[in-house]
Nanobody, 114 residues
Framework: QAQVQASGGGLVQPGGSLRLSCTVS???????MDWYRQAPGKQREWVAR???????SYADSVRGRFTVSRDEAKNTVYLQMNSLKEDDTAVYYC?????????WGQGTQVTVSS
């Protein structure tokens, strides 16, 4: 079974930046990779997608501030987060979709606070 490992969260001040990483154990090249987040008391929401071939898409709330990218050689997808706001505080999850199956990472906490 594929393993999905996310990292890179932390505490950052408003306006700051963080880069999240998500490494997958197998089938990365043919997988859709998504980032989700869940803030306290809220439902999990989709944030961004990085597909094979360079296709990317973003939620309206992060477009222009977040950038998703893939490194096929490292089986890794990144989420570069700039101009962070307190509303971006959440646990961020990496999701792999491959051949109709879904694999989730354990989540990494991002806290934006002064």
């Amino acid at each position: 079974q594929a393993q999905v490992q996310a990292s890179g969260g932390g505490l950052v001040q408003p306006g700051g930046s963080l880069r999240l990483s998500c490494t997958v154990s197998e089938n990365f090249f043919t997988s859709l990779m998504d980032w989700y987040r869940q803030a306290p008391g809220k439902q999990r929401e989709w944030v961004a997608r990085g597909a094979t071939g360079g296709s990317v898409s973003y939620a309206d709330s992060v477009r222009g501030r977040f950038t998703v990218s893939r490194d096929e050689a490292k089986n890794t997808v990144y989420l570069q987060m700039n101009s962070l706001k307190e509303d971006d505080t959440a646990v961020y999850y990496c999701h792999q979709r491959w051949m109709g199956s879904d694999y989730w990472g354990q989540g990494t906490q991002v806290t934006v606070s002064s």
